[in-house]
């Protein structure tokens, strides 16, 4: 017996929603048809954070209480949704989703899409990211609102530098600043200026951030994670829902709505309501690109260098010693 389905017309394309009834969220009963239509309903300003980038796609075919499944790999697919390819640190390669067009977020959500994760450079110049990307990540004994007041050290620290940056919600505890760059640098570059910038926010908050990689030495505090920077690190976009069962989403927000927002009221629900209203306050993002120069003269003037990579990654030029401190100590 088929399954059951319905079409919906994405401007202009065909949309076929199969099972648009079965529950994806059980917290507030969300099925499979409202999150294709929530990414209909905020079209522009999700097309606006993954057109053209390199997208990788969380599904979960049967909801968010069973397993994900993480494709970097984009499925198959109808001829008119288009793909790039990539190259991992690994040095393998794969064709990745290339968001270009609305319909093709909303396919991808029918194949049980719950976030999709982008990269922080577009399809035009692949090795040269045009986003800085500042990851505000609360660590165990810390939350939203700790977070939040790392968020405002790292706009002064923006604002110094005469940099505009571009904050949300994560979808969850934490804060993700976007800052649109020239792109000029290369990964490696783009990850320096970002470990330039998290020192120089710990340094302003020192009893809130830390900048060490390694979580034994991260105590009660918010990490700022300068490795989102690197090739192939992604996080959550702007106006992805995330697997929880309330369908919270990942949602943009201007600075005075940070200074008291609670991200508990950005949901699957209520997120079409305030798009509607004030569209993607975040819509001017892609007017100016901006400079790394200063960041990176202060990176080449930091005796310190270099920060250890994620586990999957080779070993970097000048990279420090990628063990955890303590077992560092002890083979010592």
């Given at each position: ?12 394309r065909?949309?076929?929603v ?6 994806y ?7 499979k048809?409202e ?10 300003g ?8 390199p ?10 209480e ?6 970097k790999r984009m ?6 949704i ?21 319909a093709?977020?909303a396919?991808?959500?029918n ?17 040269h ?10 660590q165990?004994?810390?939350g ?23 904050p ?9 600043i ?24 710990e ?44 369908a919270p989403v990942s949602?943009?927000?201007t600075?005075e ?26 819509r ?23 920060m250890?990579?994620?586990?999957n990654?080779p ?7 990628r063990?955890q401190?303590?077992?560092?100590r002890?083979?010592?």
């Amino acid at each position: 017996m088929a399954s059951p389905y319905i079409e919906l017309d994405v401007e202009g394309r065909t949309v076929k929603v199969s099972n648009p009834d079965k529950v994806y969220f059980p917290g507030i009963g969300a099925t499979k048809r409202e999150l294709v239509e929530y990414y209909v309903s905020v079209g522009d300003g999700v097309l606006r954070a993954v057109r053209e980038r390199p997208t990788y796609i969380k599904r979960h075919p049967d909801g968010i209480e069973t397993d994900a499944i993480y494709q970097k790999r984009m499925p198959k697919h109808p001829d008119w949704i288009e793909t790039v390819n990539v190259r991992f640190p690994s040095g393998r390669t794969a064709d990745a989703f290339c968001p270009t067009e609305v319909a093709g977020i909303a396919w991808c959500a029918n194949l049980g899409t719950i976030d999709f994760h982008p990269w922080h450079s577009r399809r035009g110049n692949l090795d040269h990211p045009d986003e800085l990307r500042i990851d505000i990540d609360p660590q165990p004994g810390t939350g939203f609102d700790q977070a939040r007041k790392v968020a405002f050290t790292a706009k002064t620290v923006l604002d110094d530098l005469g940099l505009t940056g571009f904050p949300k919600t994560s979808g969850n505890r934490g804060i993700h600043i976007a800052v649109r760059i020239e792109p000029r640098w290369t990964f490696t570059e783009v990850r320096y200026a970002a470990i330039t910038f998290a020192r120089e926010v710990e340094r302003r908050a020192p009893d809130l951030a830390t900048t060490a990689w390694w979580k034994e030495e991260r105590g009660e505090k918010v990490f700022i994670d300068f490795n989102q920077n690197a090739r192939d690190r992604t996080v959550a976009s702007a106006y992805s829902v995330r697997a929880k069962p309330e369908a919270p989403v990942s949602a943009p927000v201007t600075w005075e709505e940070l200074t008291d927002c609670d991200p508990r009221d950005f949901d699957i629900r209520t997120m079409p309501e305030r798009f509607a209203k004030l569209g993607d306050v975040h819509r001017t993002i892609d007017d100016q690109s901006f400079s790394l120069e200063e960041l990176l003269q202060k990176y080449q003037e930091d005796e310190r260098g270099d920060m250890p990579y994620p586990p999957n990654y080779p070993k970097m030029p000048g990279e420090p010693k990628r063990v955890q401190p303590s077992k560092a100590r002890h083979d010592d």
